[in-house]
């Protein structure tokens, strides 16, 4: 997942890099001066050129697309789930094992809302409010996946995809 800094930033953009079994990384500072040292990194798990890398702290991060300009149904549900996600994990005490966010438009907004779970890569949508607690109780609690509002899970083949849906 990629974040997109202000036009006027010359830091450059952040990416968040998971493997599908750890917390990930977030590699900060890629610039188009330093993209191809960012694909050595991918490759070679060693950072040059500027790019800084942080291990993750949190087992799980959630992302919520909540792109106004690109859709407006992403950009009215995902600022909501955002808030739901934000309190119920706070009220669980899940605060040190979740990380949420929001991100950029990832496709599907007739899907609205969206949302991204890692470090496995499930994608989720039409997510309401009242699914909220059973991303946090089913799917980061008990590795559940709940199989009617998901999309996919990144890194699988459209075999694997399938095996996911029960009736497949």
Not at 2 to 10: C, E, M, Q
Not at 33 to 57: C, P, R, W
Not at 139 to 168: I, S
Request: aromatic residues 8%.
């Amino acid at each position: 997942m990629a974040n997109r800094p202000s036009r006027a930033s010359s830091v450059g953009y952040d990416c968040f890099v998971f493997d599908g079994k750890d917390q990930g990384v977030k590699v900060s500072a890629i610039t188009l001066d330093n993209i191809s040292d960012f694909i050595a990194y991918l490759k070679t798990g060693t950072a040059n050129n500027g790019l800084k890398v942080e291990k993750l702290s949190h087992a799980t991060h959630i992302f919520i697309c909540s792109h106004q300009a690109r859709d407006k149904r992403c950009g009215h549900c995902g600022p909501r789930l955002l808030d739901d996600f934000e309190e119920k994990i706070k009220s669980r005490g899940m605060s040190d094992k979740i990380k949420m966010g929001k991100t950029s438009h990832v496709g599907g907004h007739e899907y609205a809302g969206n949302v991204l779970v890692f470090p496995e890569g499930t994608w989720y949508g039409y997510i309401k409010p009242a699914d909220v607690d059973h991303i946090l109780d089913d799917h980061v609690g008990k590795g559940k996946l709940l199989t009617d509002k998901l999309r996919g899970r990144m890194g699988l083949t459209g075999e694997q995809q399938r095996a996911l849906k029960p009736g497949n």
